[in-house]
C-alpha cells in the first residue's frame, strides 16, 4: 500500500504550483517517480474530442502541447470512449494502436492508462509505459485509478485555463530558417500525415499498382505546374527548387519501391507510408545537417502524394488570400504552402520542426520572406493570432504586447531600407577598408540549390557534396549519370572554381541498396575510409569528375575524414590510374587540384607531412567542432554544449590558419561557422581570405567584410583569446556589430 500513501503528498504539493499546467506536470513528474514507470503522460480532450498531450515525463521533448490524437484514435481514444482502464504488454501489436511520429513511443513495450471522467464524462486519460514489457500490479492499477479520479477535478477547468493562455503573450526560440523581421496574423497550413497510416493488407494489388501510377502522374504535373508558375511570377532561383521533387518522383526507386511494396501484401497508402519511412529514416540518421535536412522534402512528398490519394491537393493554408499580412504556420510548412501564396501577402514563415537547411528555408531566402524553424511541436499557435518572426534571432513573437509591435514595426521598416543598401553588393567585390581581398563562395548539395547562389553573387562553389544522386537510386549511378550532375554543376559556374567532395558515405550516411551497421557510426567506416575500401566505386566517380571539367581548370577535389598519410597515399595512385585510362582513351583530361577537408582533430597536426601532396586546405568547421568538443549536436541532452565559438575551437582553427599560411597552402573554412558573422570576423583575424557560406548569408558576410579593416579583426581575436566562455565571446563580437550598424542584428529590446 505505499503507493496509496503517497497520493496526499502528491496531490497537496501539485496545488501549491503557480499554474494549472505546473501542478499537471508535477504530478505526471510524481507518478513517473513513484511507480516507477518509464513514461507518464497526460491527455486531455479538446473541444472538437482530439486527444491532446498537455503534459509528459519520458516522450521526447517538444512533445507536449503539440501531439493531438483524433478522436476515438489510438490506444488513448479507446480508454477515453470505452471509459474502462487498459493494461497490456506489446501495444504496438494492438488493433487500436496508433503511431504517432516524433514523439519516441516505438521504444517502449508496455502500455497502462485510465480514463478521466467527470459527471459522466471522459475529459482526459492519463497514461503510464515502460521499456520492458510488464503490465503494472494490482497496487500500481489501484493508484492509477485512484489518481486519476483526484486528477479530473484538477482538470475539470482546463480550456478555461488554456484559453487565458494562448492570449497571452509569448515567446518561442528556434532556428533561423532565413533572415529578416515579418509581422502579421498566424494562418495555419495543414498537412495529410502519411506517417500516421496504419499497415492495412491490400485487396486489389493490380488496382492499386494501376492508381498508384497514375497518382505519381498526377502529382508530377501538378509540382510542374507550380514549377511553370513560379518561373513566370518569380525567379528563375525559386523555380529550381522544385527540380528536386520532380526528380525524387521521377526516380525508379520510389516508384517501384511501392510497386514491390504492393506485391508484398500491402495496400497503397500502407506501401508509400514503408517506402517514404525508409529513405526519411536515411537521411535522418546522417551526421551532415545538409543532407539530413532533406529528410523533410522526403516526408513532404509523401504527405502531398498521400493527400492526393485522399482527393486533397498538396497545400494546406486555411485561410483564403486577400486578408493582409500572413505569417504561415505549421509542423513543416511545405514548398507548395509557400507557393500557394501570392508573394505580397507572405509575412513570415514559422515551422515547429525542420532545420535551416530545409527547401523551406532555402525558398524562403530566396523569396526575401523571413522564417523561424524548429520551434518545437510543444508551441502551438493559434489561427489568426497575432504574429512576429524575428528571424535574426531565431524566435517567434505570439500576441506581443503593443509597445514591442511597435518597435518591431520600426525595425522592418529598418531592415528594408538596409534590403536595398545590400543589394548593389551583388557584383561588387569583398575587400576590407585596408584593400584585403576575400573569395566568398557558396555551400551546395542539389542542382536546385545552385541558382540562389549564383544570384548572391558567389565566385563558385566551396563545398559540393556529391553524395545524394548516390542515395536516391536503387544501385550506384554510372559514370554517365554521375557526369551529367557534375557537367551541370561545373557548367552553372562557368570560369569558376567548384570544389567537388568525393563521396562522403558509410557509418551514419549507408546507402539503401548497401546497408552499414554501426555501433559508432561517426567514428566508423565512412568518408576517405569508405571510399578507398571501394576502390571501384571511387574510381567511377573520379572519371566523371575528371570528364566533367576536362581541362577548364574549374574543378577542385576535396577528400572528407582523412586521418592518416597513407589514406591521401592510395587516393594520389587511384587519381593517377583514372588519368591515365582517360588519356588511354583519348581523352583530354588534366590533373585537378586536390585538397583535405580538416574534420578529424589528427588531421591538424599531421598538415606539415602532408604538403608535397596537398594543393589546398578546407576546414569543415562543423565537424571538426564536434569533434573537438566530443559533443554531438543532435543529442539534444549535449547538445548546448556545441559551439564553434568556444574558444577551443577557436584556438585550434587558428592553429590550421597559422599552419596553412607557413606551407604556403590556399585555406578555405566552410560549415556553419563561417556563415556566422561573428564567427567571420575571428576568421579574417586570423588570415583566412576564403570563406565559403550559405547563399541566404552571402551578402550580410560580404557587408561585414566591406566594412571591416584587417588590423580591427586582428585585435578582436586577440581579445577573443582571453574570453573564457563561447557566451562571453559572441557578446562581445555582437556589441562590435552593432557598432557597425550590420544588417540583421535586431535591437529590439525583449
Not at 583575424?685 to 584587417?710: N, T
Request: with cysteine; proline share 6%; aromatic share 6%.
Amino acid at each position: 500500500m505505499a503507493l496509496i500513501l503517497e497520493l496526499p503528498r502528491i496531490v497537496q504539493t501539485a496545488a501549491e504550483a503557480e499554474s494549472p499546467a505546473s501542478q499537471v506536470q508535477y504530478i505526471v513528474d510524481a507518478i513517473q517517480r513513484e511507480m516507477p514507470v518509464d513514461v507518464c503522460s497526460l491527455y486531455l480532450r479538446s473541444d472538437n474530442g482530439d486527444m491532446v498531450l498537455v503534459a509528459s515525463h519520458g516522450l521526447s521533448m517538444g512533445a507536449a502541447g503539440g501531439t493531438r490524437l483524433p478522436a476515438g484514435r489510438g490506444l488513448v481514444g479507446r480508454v477515453a470512449q470505452t471509459r474502462h482502464p487498459l493494461n497490456l504488454v506489446e501495444p504496438a501489436s494492438h488493433p487500436d494502436y496508433y503511431h504517432f511520429p516524433g514523439i519516441g513511443e516505438d521504444r517502449f513495450h508496455s502500455f497502462s492508462a485510465v480514463p478521466l471522467v467527470r459527471a459522466g464524462e471522459s475529459i482526459g486519460v492519463l497514461a503510464v509505459q515502460c521499456l520492458q514489457a510488464r503490465l503494472l500490479s494490482f497496487e500500481e492499477q489501484a493508484f492509477l485509478v485512484t489518481l486519476g479520479a483526484q486528477l479530473a477535478l484538477v482538470v475539470a477547468n482546463w480550456a478555461d485555463w488554456q484559453a487565458a493562455d494562448n492570449a497571452a503573450p509569448r515567446i518561442y526560440k528556434g532556428l533561423r530558417g532565413a533572415p529578416g523581421i515579418g509581422i502579421g496574423r498566424a494562418c495555419l497550413c495543414e498537412e495529410q500525415d502519411l506517417m500516421a497510416v496504419i499497415d492495412t493488407p491490400g485487396q486489389d494489388p493490380e488496382g492499386d499498382i494501376a492508381q498508384w501510377r497514375e497518382l505519381l502522374r498526377q502529382v508530377r504535373a501538378d509540382v510542374a505546374e507550380e514549377q511553370r508558375l513560379l518561373g513566370q511570377d518569380l525567379s528563375a532561383e525559386v523555380a529550381a527548387i522544385f527540380d528536386a521533387y520532380l526528380m525524387l518522383l521521377a526516380d525508379p526507386a520510389l516508384s517501384s519501391g511501392v510497386e514491390r511494396a504492393i506485391e508484398a501484401g500491402r495496400d497503397l497508402p500502407s506501401a508509400l507510408r514503408h517506402v517514404i519511412q525508409h529513405y526519411s529514416d536515411l537521411f535522418m540518421a546522417m551526421d551532415d545537417p545538409y543532407l539530413r535536412a532533406r529528410h523533410e522534402d522526403i516526408r513532404h512528398l509523401g504527405n502531398r502524394l498521400y493527400s492526393a490519394w485522399r482527393g486533397r491537393d498538396g497545400a494546406g493554408a486555411t485561410r483564403a488570400p486577400g486578408e493582409g499580412p500572413l505569417v504561415l504556420v505549421g509542423s513543416a510548412v511545405s514548398v507548395s504552402d509557400i507557393a500557394a501564396r501570392p508573394r505580397e501577402q507572405l509575412a513570415g514563415i514559422v515551422c515547429l520542426q525542420g532545420s535551416s537547411m530545409s527547401h523551406t528555408a532555402i525558398l524562403a531566402s530566396a523569396l526575401g520572406v523571413p522564417a523561424v524553424v524548429g520551434i518545437g511541436s510543444g508551441h502551438a499557435i493559434e489561427d489568426n493570432a497575432a504574429v512576429i518572426v524575428d528571424a535574426n534571432l531565431g524566435q517567434v513573437l505570439v500576441n506581443p504586447a503593443p509597445a514591442v509591435s511597435q518597435e518591431y514595426r520600426r525595425l522592418a521598416r529598418e531592415e528594408r531600407v538596409l534590403r536595398g543598401r545590400l543589394a548593389h553588393l551583388r557584383d561588387q567585390p569583398a575587400v576590407t577598408t585596408d584593400g584585403e581581398r576575400v573569395t566568398l563562395l557558396v555551400n551546395s548539395g542539389l542542382l536546385a540549390d545552385l541558382s540562389p547562389g549564383i544570384e548572391a553573387g558567389a565566385e563558385g562553389i566551396g563545398l559540393y557534396r556529391t553524395e545524394i544522386p548516390f542515395m536516391v537510386r536503387e544501385g550506384f549511378p554510372s559514370e554517365e549519370e554521375q557526369l551529367d550532375i557534375y557537367r551541370h554543376v561545373i557548367g552553372a559556374y562557368q570560369g569558376k572554381p567548384v570544389h567537388m567532395r568525393v563521396l562522403d558515405i558509410g557509418g551514419d550516411k549507408p546507402l539503401p541498396y548497401f546497408p552499414i551497421r554501426e555501433d559508432n557510426p561517426a567514428l566508423g567506416w565512412r568518408g576517405i575510409r569508405f571510399c578507398l575500401d571501394n576502390s571501384p566505386l571511387l574510381m567511377t566517380q573520379l572519371r566523371a569528375l575528371l570528364r566533367a571539367d576536362p581541362g577548364a581548370g574549374q574543378l577542385r577535389i576535396l577528400l572528407p575524414m582523412v586521418s592518416a598519410t597513407d589514406e591521401l597515399q592510395r587516393f594520389h595512385e587511384i587519381l593517377a590510374d583514372a588519368l591515365a585510362q582517360l588519356r588511354a582513351e583519348g581523352v583530354a583530361v588534366e590533373r585537378p587540384p586536390v585538397g583535405v577537408m580538416i574534420e578529424v582533430p589528427a588531421a591538424i597536426s599531421m598538415l606539415p607531412r602532408w604538403r608535397g601532396q596537398l594543393d589546398f586546405v578546407s576546414v569543415g568547421s562543423n565537424d571538426l567542432s564536434q569533434y573537438l568538443l566530443a559533443v554531438d549536436r543532435n543529442n539534444p541532452r549535449v547538445a548546448a554544449a556545441y559551439d564553434h565559438l568556444n574558444p577551443a575551437v577557436v584556438l585550434e582553427i587558428e592553429r590550421i590558419a597559422a599552419c596553412a599560411r607557413d606551407l604556403a597552402l590556399p585555406l578555405s573554412v566552410c560549415g556553419e561557422m563561417s556563415s556566422d558573422p561573428a564567427a567571420a570576423i575571428l576568421l579574417l583575424g586570423m588570415g583566412v581570405r576564403s570563406l565559403s557560406v550559405s547563399a541566404a548569408q552571402l551578402p550580410h558576410i560580404k557587408w561585414l567584410i566591406r566594412h571591416i579593416d584587417c588590423a580591427s579583426a586582428a585585435a578582436l581575436l586577440e581579445q577573443a583569446r582571453a574570453m573564457p566562455t563561447a557566451a562571453a565571446l559572441r557578446a562581445h563580437l555582437h556589441d562590435y556589430l552593432e557598432q557597425l550598424d550590420f544588417p540583421g542584428v535586431s535591437r529590439a529590446d525583449h
